[in-house]
């Protein structure tokens, strides 16, 4: 958009959940289709996967309507066998980390946005992604706890694994590691790296298409020993090292939508704009009771 002296201005921008599959453009659709999702049998390929949950039994999803399958159908495209392996796996993780669900409070989670340790951005990138961006140099491990960083990366992916336009193209991922210090990679286990990747890469119904380490530094490389092991081949393939060279990101990401800091166009978003949306547009709506059904606690 462009004023009449000829210089660029934004759009207004909107903290909106696009929960309908209305809201999903026709390129998206396409998208889908090459993914192979097919409008004539999705019905009856949704329903040989509840059959194929029943008769292995490895796992017992809390919900097994159309809408629910759908999303973990899409996040490993349309493969039976391998939406299968996604969802054990996210039961899996559900089940080993308990607090990070059960009688957990988004909305008390403000004091880590209001850190801004992480958000994501309320619009999309060129490719319909929206980006998750963790800015670890601004953690205050004594102020906020790792166990709080997971579970408010959590509610992200929940709400975001609600919308169909990201059940398709997945998101995408910026480590900011500016200022990272020896403080921060004494909390990196190789047991939250571990969750870490489970939540971006492995256990969750949403795909993360690219990770983008960006603004790195000498301890860089301490950190990436602990995350190496648990990525697999198809990770290591979307792992991009920019340094501070944001022309290199762009090459991936469109300056128009990314933040002033990495060379865009945007101001920085905080996560408690989302939080804030839950409270106001989401009271008593289906994308609440969806959290609740999770163990999430709205009051």
């Not at 999303?71 to 039961?91: D, G, Q, T």
């Not at 607090?99 to 994501?120: A, C, M, N, W």
């Not at 579970?151 to 995408?172: D, F, H, K, M, N």
């Not at 909390?187 to 870490?196: D, G, I, N, R, T």
Request: a positive charge; glycine letters at 6%.
């Amino acid at each position: 958009m462009t004023t009449t002296s000829g210089r660029r201005t934004m759009p207004t921008i909107e903290h909106k959940l696009n929960i309908t599959e209305e809201e999903v453009p026709e390129h998206i659709r396409r998208l889908a289709q090459e993914q192979g999702e097919c409008p004539r049998s999705k019905d009856a390929v949704i329903e040989q996967f509840r059959n194929y949950i029943l008769e292995h039994n490895e796992c017992q999803p809390h919900r097994s309507d159309a809408k629910y399958l759908e999303k973990f159908l899409r996040a490993r495209y349309w493969k039976i066998e391998n939406s299968y392996k996604l969802l054990c796996s996210y039961y899996k993780f559900r089940e080993q980390n308990k607090s990070f669900y059960e009688k957990v409070r988004p909305l008390d989670l403000r004091h880590v946005g209001q850190s801004d340790i992480l958000t994501v951005t309320p619009y999309r990138d060129q490719h319909g992604h929206r980006i998750l961006i963790y800015r670890f140099g601004l953690w205050r491990p004594n102020r906020v706890t790792v166990d709080d960083i997971f579970r408010a990366t959590i509610v992200l992916q929940e709400l975001g694994s609600l919308e169909p336009i990201s059940q398709i193209v997945g998101g995408v991922g910026i480590f900011d590691l500016k200022d990272l210090g020896l403080e921060h990679i004494l909390h990196l286990s190789p047991s939250v790296a571990q969750k870490m990747i489970a939540l971006l890469v492995t256990s969750m119904p949403i795909r993360t298409s690219a990770l983008h380490i960006v603004n790195q530094n000498w301890l860089f490389n301490a950190a990436f020993k602990i995350f190496k092991p648990f990525l697999n081949a198809a990770m290591r393939e979307k792992l991009y090292i920019h340094g501070s060279d944001m022309t290199s990101l762009h090459k991936h990401i469109n300056p128009e939508h990314l933040p002033k800091r990495y060379g865009g166009l945007h101001e920085d978003y905080s996560y408690t704009l989302w939080l804030d949306m839950l409270k106001e547009q989401c009271s008593g709506n289906s994308v609440q009771k969806d959290m609740e059904q999770l163990g999430f606690i709205f009051d």
